[in-house]
């Protein structure tokens, strides 16, 4: 399982990260695992949009 997303910068990812365990500990959700895997391209704008309308065809 995965979510994707797409941020302006890194700076964003961890403070997404940090409002969603903020929410799960909230919840009751004692262990938290998560792990991030970054794609960060600069040379090309290329958007999760253009990707998946690569893969549709």
Do not use: C, F, W
């Not at 995965?2 to 964003?12: C, D, F, H, K, R």
């Amino acid at each position: 399982m995965g979510t994707s997303v797409e941020l302006p910068s890194v700076e964003a990812l961890g403070k997404l990260l940090q409002d969603i365990h903020d929410a799960l500990y909230r919840a009751g959700i004692r262990r938290i695992v998560t792990t991030v895997r970054i794609d960060d391209r600069r040379d090309k704008a290329i958007t999760m949009e253009y990707k998946v309308n690569r893969v549709k065809g």
